[in-house]
Nanobody, 126 residues
């Protein structure tokens, strides 16, 4: 498994942008698919985006497609989530996750995710 630490969250006005980062420890980062999920108060955890080990495959939830972009830098053991045109409904705790494939990030009610970060708060003010 890898250990994951998110950063980059904060308070932003509606229409603004943030870039989240997730730093992974361990030499196996490059073998994992990575993803981002979020959980708003009183709501279930929601898949946002995933990327394959080499970046060739990405998958996005409809709710963020066209606004959020996932990317990774295997040399830095880091995965990113660029978030543009943020809306108040994007307010949530954002989690980084690692799995053995892209589909394991978003399927099976997230039970197949191998590792989770501790989360970073994103608050979008109107």
């Amino acid at each position: 498994q890898v250990q994951l630490v998110e950063s980059g969250g904060g308070l932003v006005l509606a229409g603004g942008s943030l870039r989240l980062s997730c730093a992974a420890s361990g030499r196996t980062f490059g073998a994992y698919a990575m993803g981002w999920l979020r959980q708003a108060p009183g709501k279930e955890r929601e898949f946002l985006a995933a990327i394959s080990w080499n970046g060739a495959i990405t998958n996005y939830a409809d709710s963020v497609k066209g606004r959020f972009t996932i990317s990774r830098d295997n040399a830095k053991n880091t995965v990113y989530l660029q978030m543009n045109d943020l809306k108040p409904e994007d307010t949530a705790v954002y989690y980084c996750a690692a799995g053995t494939s892209v589909s394991r990030i978003y399927s099976d009610n997230y039970a197949s995710i191998d590792s989770w970060g501790q989360g970073t708060q994103v608050t979008v003010s109107s």
